[in-house]
């Protein structure tokens, strides 16, 4: 079957493309004929053929730099890295709801900063897309801390959208419950 539509010649990263949500992103590219390279803290089980790989902290400036600095000819740049452990608001200690925003607010502003900074510099200019979330517009219990980064993820993507424009050009997508190799955990089977 036919891919919709026919992204060769470009090159996309995929900040946490390697499970759930990002490697459908991932795959999704892939099978849309870009080049793909993803990163994440860990070495993934598996990859589409053809998607390379980097271990990268995306909370880690200097490594980001590094990375998105090193790829030639980059068009796309997907913020998707993030996720939460379920951790009550009054439970825990500061430090790690605070984790928990730098991984999804922080950590994009990161990436972004550093794909704007080439993507500026391209004949086209580029796309940075962020990777946002219903607990972002919804009351989010358990997770208030992932939660309110997702509602600065919009406002984070408006600004930057307005800062970097007409070059580069920042978007969120969000949608909604997303089926994955985890979702039975926090949803069960249906």
Not at 118 to 127: E, F, H, I
Not at 136 to 155: E, F, Q, V
């Amino acid at each position: 079957m036919p891919h919709a539509a026919d992204l060769s010649g470009m090159t996309v990263v995929v900040t946490g493309g390697v499970r759930g949500v990002g490697l459908g992103i991932t795959t999704a590219f892939r099978a849309a004929g870009a080049h793909v390279i993803t990163c994440a803290r860990r070495e993934p089980d598996g990859l589409p053929e053809g998607v390379g790989f980097e271990r990268v902290d995306v909370r880690d400036a200097d490594a980001v730099a590094d990375f998105i600095g090193g790829i030639a000819d980059l068009d796309v740049v997907v913020n998707n890295a993030g996720g939460t452990p379920y951790l009550p608001a009054s439970e825990g200690d500061a430090r790690r709801h605070a984790k928990v925003i730098e991984l999804n607010l922080i950590a994009p502003l990161i990436v972004s900063r550093a794909a704007n900074r080439v993507l500026q510099g391209r004949p086209g200019g580029g796309s940075i897309i962020m990777i946002g979330s219903v607990s972002g517009h919804r009351p989010s219990p358990g997770t208030a801390a992932y939660g309110a980064a997702k509602a600065g993820l919009d406002n984070l993507t408006a600004s930057l959208a307005v800062e970097w424009a007409p070059r580069v050009r920042v978007n969120a997508v969000t949608v909604g419950m997303v089926r994955t190799e985890k979702s039975a955990m926090h949803y069960g089977d249906a």
